[in-house]
Structures are given as structure tokens and as C-alpha cells.
């Protein structure tokens, strides 16, 4: 019997988790809201297995996964997360954790990458989901992470290559003493800070006032522009033949190419600077609505208005920071998070699920997560370093009129769907800046 300790703040999500974990021959000994109880229940329990989320109040996924590890060497652990950044792969790489998938992931996928993780302790019946053919999914994955959860790269490898992009790649302290924006001793001072608070480079330098957000800006479009891809990397390390890595990556970019659907985002960047970024969010909204509802979606006419943005009957905010600040709100009717939390989870033979308003709710509540994930792990893959907090649900009033600080920009994006309603706002102080024809 394998035996299974699930972490993740979202009930929903452990729902979700263990009902593919009891499909797959798994069993489910014990769950866990955040850190804390995951190294608690790991001492009492000692499971085979643990799935750990890393946004978690108390004590994050990594901080459980390093106390866990101290008092087991021996403890296999893999990270189970909406967040695909580099920094947040090397962190638990580093420590020990034996792999990282991420979400939203195909029931196969996920299976197959805890059978190759566990090895001879993976249930019997485990097999059954790997796929022979090598096929895996590559939602909100990196190259790397991709030939990670394929067993192309082992973690050390994996680890190795990380390490050695973030050394060839230029930091962005290097960058703004090239360019006499700032002293080296006030590089210095940063580094000092970061030591000790998890903050980014740039998001300090413009907090302590030794750059704008305007130079800052400047930057990171220079750091962008030099740029260092993992699969050069792998040709200067010698890790892979380059035969396997050009199949691979032939097979990462397919996949990449079906995950698009057909979307008109171009006027945000044409008309926005920086508007990629906010691209970036509406495009892994917009697929992800496609994947977990099963509908077709398109973007609507994106226009600036503060007096018209209402809800829909369920709104969930999350606050974005790092190099860029601001706030994504998603408004959306229920009947659309009954969609999704359907397309999740299991229901009775007609798709009826028990406590309806309460799971809608945290369908909606993880959707945002997901897709605010997925999109800060492709900006970091060109160099955009974002955080995210935990997001905020409350269900609303049909119709009712969405508050915003006076001093605040908001973009409206509409979210067009076959049936129920979906807006987008991006909302910010000073973040809209329009390009010049």
C-alpha cells in the first residue's frame, strides 16, 4: 500500500488530489491546510509520499518541505503547485524535494510522474497510467520542467542547469551599474536586504528610491533582450545529446502550439506599455477556462471604464507583485464555476456534488490561483520576476457595482462564453501608460 499525506490550503484541491491519488491505487493517510500540520502529521504518520502545495499560511510548502527533510532525509516529496517559477524549482530542488508538477495537470500526467518518482513503492495498478509514448502535458511547464517530469533530466541535472543560467544570465543590479543607474554600493545594500526579506532585486531598488519604475522598466527590457534559454544551456553543459534535445524540443513546442486557442490580445500590447505582461494573464485565463469548462472563449473589446465593472455573482481578487504591482480581479456567474468545479471534481451520476455554493466558490477561488501561477512561470521564463499572494473570494449580488480606490486605473477585458458571464480587471496605480503612434 502507498501511502499518501496531502498539503494544500485549498480543500478543494485535496478533494481533487485525492480522488485521482484513489484511482491511481494510492491511499490518502492524511490532510493538511498548510506547513505546520504536513511536518506534525509527517512524524505521526509516516507516509510513503508527500504532495506538498507551496502557498500555504503559517508555513509554506518549502519551509515544510526543509523541516520535513531534517527530521527525514529519506522523505520523498514532490511539490504539487500552481507557481512554476525558476527560482521556486531550484528552492526545492535544492533541498531535496524529489519533483515539481504543476498545475492544472492531467490525471495521467500526474500519475505517471509519482509512479517514476516512487519507483517500486508506486502501487501496482500505477502502471497503468504511464504512458509509453512519452506524451505529457506541458500546461504552465518550462522546458525544464517539462523534461524533468518525462525523466529526460534527473533533478540534479535539472538543478544543475538552473543554477548555471542564473550565473551566465545578467542580474539586474549588474545591468543598472553598467548602465550608471545605480552605485555598487547600493547594489550592495540590496543584496544585504534580500538576504534577509523575499523581495526582488528591482522591486527594492525602486522601494529604497535609488531607481523609478520608468528606469526599472528600462532594465528589465535590457535584461529580456540578452537573454539565456535553458536549451543553450543544455548544448553548452553537454547534458543531453543533441539529437534527443531537438526531438524534445520539437515535441515541447507542439504541445506548447495545441495548448493555444485563438485569441485577440494584441491591442493591449500595441496600445499599453509593458501590456505583455497583462497579455500574459488574459491568455492563461482564457485557456484555462477552455481546459477546465470545455467551452470556446474569446477575448471582447478591452476598454478603460471605472463606472461600469460589476459582478457576476462570484469575485475573486489577487494581489500581484515583484517587479510590476498591481491587482487581477476575476468576475464570473456560478453556473461557469460549477463548470469548472464539475470538470474537477466527482459528482453523482448526474453531476451533483454535496455543499454546491461553498465548492463553486473554491473552484473559483483555485482557478484564479492556477491561472495567475501559470502565467507569472511563462513571465519568469523571460526574465519578469512576479510574486503572488493568496487570493480573495466572496460571492456578490448579481449587478453589484465593483469599488475601486479613487487613485486606481482599471482595465476591463470581457471574457466572451457560450453560456454565463466572465470580466477580467486589471487594476493598478499608475500602471497604464500608453504608447505613442
Known sequence: MSRVLIADDSPFMRRMIKEILTEGGYTVIAECQNGLEAVDQYKKTQPDLVLMDYNMPQLNGIEGAKNILQYDANACIVMVTSLGSKKKII????????????????????????????????????MTFVDASGEFQ????????????KGVLSKEQLLHLLEVQAEVNR???????????????????????QKRINKYFGQLAVQMGFINSEQLGQLLRKQQKNYIELDEIIVRENMLPKEVLAKEMARFKMLEEEDQGVFNMSWVSKHIENGFIYETFIEQTLKLVMRLAGIFVMEGQCFFDRS??????????????????????????????ASI?????????QGNYDNYDSVNLEAAKEFVNIACGNAIGKLDTQGIKLEISPPVVKSTVIQEKISFQENEQVLQIPILVPEGEMELFIVGVDIFRQIKP
Open 91 to 126: 528552492q526545492a530542488l535544492r533541498i531535496g524535494v524529489k519533483n515539481y508538477i504543476t498545475k492544472p495537470f492531467e490525471n495521467q500526467t500526474f500519475l505517471s510522474t509519482l509512479h517514476k518518482v516512487m519507483g517500486k513503492k508506486a502501487p501496482v495498478n500505477s
Open 171 to 193: 542580474k539586474i543590479g549588474q545591468i543598472a551599474t553598467d548602465e550608471a543607474l545605480m552605485l555598487p554600493a547600493q547594489v550592495e545594500t540590496i543584496l544585504k536586504v
Open 308 to 337: 461600469n465593472c460589476i459582478s457576476h455573482g462570484i469575485l475573486i481578487k489577487m494581489a500581484i507583485s515583484g517587479d510590476h504591482h498591481w491587482s487581477y480581479y476575476l468576475s464570473m456567474s456560478e453556473n461557469l464555476a
Open 341 to 349: 468545479a464539475q470538470s474537477m471534481i466527482e459528482g453523482d451520476e
Open 138 to 149: 506541458v500546461i504552465g511547464s518550462f522546458l525544464g520542467q517539462y523534461l524533468l517530469q
